[in-house]
């Protein structure tokens, strides 16, 4: 997690979530990435799932 300094002069935490995908070859590729202020929650992930099967054609994740 990095510290960004929001306008309002306060620290605020920021993560980058990245999605990679990997095809039954081997071959991998970058499905999405996400940023998010604060800490991670349950409505995050729904959202970042919804994203993959919706938007980039995503039929099975295995999360690890």
Avoid: H, P, Y
């Amino acid at each position: 997690m990095a510290k960004l300094r929001t306008e309002e002069g306060k620290l605020q935490g920021i993560t980058l979530f990245v999605a990679v995908g990997i095809d039954l070859e081997g071959k991998k590729e970058i499905l999405g990435f996400w940023f998010w202020r604060g800490k991670e929650s349950e409505a995050f992930w729904a959202e970042v799932f919804q994203d993959l099967v919706k938007n980039r054609g995503v039929r099975r994740c295995w999360c690890l």
